[in-house]
């Protein structure tokens, strides 16, 4: 086991470095620097001393390690766009509204879809299995950006219930949060059901219905526990990929969270904070990979007492 | 599929087993499927709207042909009303269809190109070739595909093949893993030993019998791959580095009216349903191709 998670540990570290060299070339990529603006053009002299300010003349492998250097110390450098504060300080306000909404919907949206998934599957080919794919195919083939969209139309154009966008009193949170939700509900239902169907079809479900036990035991007991694993397995992984979704969220309801943060650093050539952005959510799905894969062989009988993983 | 194929056709079938092809079955198991019936049949509709746009409509996409009646709501003339540029919302609509579905076509193509031989050759071949494969997807797992895609569209600003370059970039590691899959099961069996034993290249069995033999898989990848593309493409000029204007874009059309949809909601809506409808019905028949070609496959 210690075996196993030294070997994962070392292959994600490797992902990770892989993934943040491909991040710094393309960043170095992008025509046109932080200095090239239109509105106030620089003189070249000037230009080249801010550019050796802040390390940009030097060879890319070397801007490479000490921006690396810099970010095991947890420092990002400076955003271009608001000199007077650290990326870190600013990830360190913006990342507050993002995983308040974020996190507030998929702790409302997977249980739901949890259920929703339960009940198809214990109730195969009836209406509910058929809303249950219903909802789960909507959730997960429509863009975040149209389900806004439609939420903003129907709640708050049409119905007047809710504020359109904004950040500040909950009722502004509301509609975001439904957004967000979508995702993980859909992901859920359709999770949920397909580990109830492939657990109620093993045979120690039919043993333990020849052994005379009551429906309810077998499905509370056995067939929730058994199904529970990959249900708890793709938890992680989702929650940080509520950081994709946020871009589009946060820029419809207007929220300053994250995701607005890294548009404006895309439109705006900021490369430290983009970066770091990237950096951040490529290190985060490395972890939360590792984390369920650890988690995975750990619940996993088979595999924790076999010591062979997939 | 794998059970007909492994019955070898040299063998004199009974005469009261009446033989169906396999192609027979699966169009029987996807027309019981009447989700996946009915979004093949909308998906074919807005299909013939993107072809004859030009015979539907009398003005071009960008002809501002009505100025005068700018943000006009939908009427019996202007089905979806007119925009702010005084353009008819309803031929923007369908020329928004080719955009949309022809990114999405080129760039399952491209998933294809790259992802059929990629895939092909590490499910044969395996060992160092297949984990240099494999290593490459695991880095494409771990980097959400907009987030990138965000940073390849400023890297190239915009434009349509770019797009298309962009999500095949992306498309093509479901085909590899759908491929893969496939030639793995198959590489053991009978028939690959025998051309094995007389001599045949790598490269043959890989072509003649390895690849043929993943037609399901293949097709499957193939339309699966439509409706990511055409959702990477809207996403992406929804912020607008995507398709650029004046190109009619749903993702473009829905940023703009999202802007104007508190007082003229036709500008949001119309986007926002054939774009809906559209990606909805693509994956609903990617789903009951998937299911009707290789029920083995089904749920992954």
Not at chain 2, 78 to 90: M, P
């Amino acid at each position: 086991m210690l075996q196993f998670i030294i070997r994962r540990t070392l292959s994600m570290l490797a992902t990770f470095f892989v993934v943040s060299v491909i991040i710094f070339l393309m960043m170095h990529a992008i025509p046109g620097g932080p200095f090239d603006g239109y509105e106030m053009p620089l003189p070249d002299n000037i230009k080249a001393k801010l550019m050796a300010q802040l390390g940009l003349d030097k060879p890319l492998w070397e801007q490479y390690l000490r921006y690396m250097w810099g970010v095991f110390h947890l420092d990002f450098g400076v955003p271009y766009q608001s000199p007077g504060e650290t990326v870190m300080g600013l990830i360190a306000h913006a990342w507050v509204p993002s995983l308040v909404l974020g996190g507030l919907g998929v702790l409302i949206g997977a249980p739901i879809g949890i259920l929703l998934g339960m009940a198809a599957a214990l109730n195969r080919n009836s209406w509910i299995d058929y809303l249950a794919s219903g909802i789960a195919t909507l959730g997960l083939t429509i863009p975040v950006f149209v389900i806004s969209t439609l939420l903003i139309l129907v709640f708050a154009v049409w119905l007047h219930w809710t504020p359109a966008s904004g950040w500040g009193e909950p009722r502004r949170w509301i509609l975001p949060i439904m957004a967000y939700a979508a995702v993980p509900l859909a992901t859920y239902a359709r999770y949920a059901r397909s580990a109830m169907l492939d657990t109620l079809n093993k045979p120690f479900v039919t043993v333990l219905r020849a052994k005379g036990l009551s429906e309810r035991r077998i499905i509370f007991q056995h067939v929730l526990r058994n199904s529970a694993i990959p249900m708890i397995t793709i938890f992680l992984p989702m929650f940080v990929g509520i950081a994709t979704g946020s871009i589009f969220v946060e820029a419809i309801f207007r929220v300053p969270g994250l995701g607005a943060y890294f548009v404006s650093s895309i439109q705006k050539r900021d490369y430290p904070l983009e970066m770091a952005l990237m950096l951040m959510i490529s290190a985060l799905f490395c972890i939360s990979y590792l984390i369920s894969d650890i988690l995975y062989a750990l619940l996993n009988p088979r595999i924790r007492l076999g010591g062979k993983a997939r | 599929m794998t059970d007909l194929s492994a019955a070898s056709p040299a063998l004199p079938r009974p005469e009261s087993a009446k033989r169906r092809s396999p192609l027979y079955l699966a169009w029987r198991r996807f027309a019981a499927n009447r989700a996946a019936l009915g979004a093949g049949i909308v998906l074919v509709i807005i299909i013939l709207l993107a072809i004859f746009a030009p015979l539907i409509s009398r003005t071009g996409p960008n002809e501002q042909a009505f100025l005068t009646k700018s943000l006009a709501f939908p009427s019996s003339e202007h089905w979806f009303g007119i925009d702010d540029l005084g353009r008819d919302f309803f031929t923007r609509i369908i020329y928004g269809a080719r955009v949309s579905l022809g990114i999405g076509l080129s760039a399952a193509v491209f998933s294809l190109v790259l992802g059929l031989p990629l895939g092909a050759l590490a499910g044969y071949l395996g060992g160092r070739f297949d984990w240099a494969i494999m290593r490459v997807i695991e880095l494409f797992s771990v980097v959400p595909p907009l987030l990138a895609a965000l940073l390849l569209a400023t890297l190239t600003r915009g434009g349509v093949w770019a797009i298309v370059l962009i999500a095949g970039l992306f498309g093509w590691v479901n085909v590899c893993l759908l491929v893969r899959a496939q030639v793995k099961s198959f590489r053991e069996k009978e028939f690959i030993m025998a051309a094995q034993a007389l001599g045949a290249s790598p490269w043959h069995i890989v072509w003649r019998h390895l690849i043929p033999n993943s037609v399901s898989p293949v097709i499957v990848g193939f339309v699966l791959a439509i409706p990511l593309a055409m959702m990477l493409e809207a996403s992406l000029s929804f912020l607008g580095i995507g398709v650029q204007p004046p190109t009619p874009s749903w993702g473009q059309m829905i940023n703009v009216g999202m802007n104007f949809m508190y007082f003229y909601w036709h500008m949001a809506v119309f986007p926002v349903l054939a774009l809906a409808v559209t990606i909805l019905a693509a994956s609903l028949l990617g789903d009951g191709l998937r299911d009707a070609l290789d029920p083995t496959l089904k749920g992954r």
